[in-house]
């Protein structure tokens, strides 16, 4: 990746939890232009590393640093003010006013970001709301949106003031098939100019959209790099079978297992390997779900390698 495509650069941040969690754990990415993918189970420090790029809580040690527009750099951690003039967030848990319209909602978003001056605001509101696809649903109270309406909402929100970074967190979780997939073109639109960040515990989110991803889980980053790069180097070592119930515990003793799956009513396990596990295994193609729980199975057993 090159030096010049990077517009987020992350070293060494940790965090620590009043109760010994360790949130973050010496956290090092690079986040170019586009949509980055940041995958991870829940708990695994996503939100916390979202929190803090987002200036809402403190880091214990380490760096972030952001390309500004004119090429300047700003300290992600020290000059919050800098940071979210050039952000916009989307938390998992955005709220609404049921009972405001978009349009009054979104005018009153604008006067806290600074757009004082009434015409170049309606112009900005009005623009947001045709590119989110909500122009003719403007009027109606937030209340009567459905979960996605309410989600591109968001987006409008965080689009407010040209964001360089734009950080949306979990924000496909509760969408049906045709709302998701709408989001996520809003998405993929948004990510040619800025730097994305979705983080996800959705596999497919990331394998839809994401040109360069991490895998995180229990403050770590496991993987960093292309989804496409990542799953090649699985290539020829994972290998399916289905299994009655009553011999998969024996199956996760003796072997690898990164995902089980009913099949009528029957088990269906991908195991990692690097040779045939035994007669009757099959070698399938590898897809980021497999590299995703290869990571976590290796985590958790670090004597797991991946075989070159």
Partial sequence: MGKCTTMLTIRNLSKTYANGVHALNDVTLDIPRGMFGLLGPNGAGKSSLM??????????SGTATLEGVDGTSIDVLRDKDAVRRQLGYLPQDFGVYPKVSAEDLLEHFAVLKGLTVRKQRRE????LLKQVNLWDARKRKLGTYSGGMRQRFGIAQALLGNPRLVIVDEPTAGLDPEERNRFLNLLAEIGENVA??????????????CPTMAIMNKGQVLLTGKPSEAIAALDNQVWRKQVSKATLPDYESRHTVLSTRLVAGNPV????????????????????????????????????????
């Fill in 196 to 209: 994305v960040i979705l983080s996800t515990h959705i596999v497919e989110d990331v394998t839809d959209l």
């Fill in 269 to 308: 396990i991908h195991v990692f390997s690097a040779d045939l596990p035994e007669e009757g295994f099959v070698q399938v193609d590898p897809d980021l779900e497999d590299v995703y729980f290869q990571r976590l199975r290796m985590q958790a057993r670090p004597a797991m390698q991946v075989q070159a």
């Fill in 51 to 60: 929190r803090t790029l987002a200036t809402l809580q403190e880091a214990d």
């Fill in 124 to 127: 900005v509101v009005d623009g």
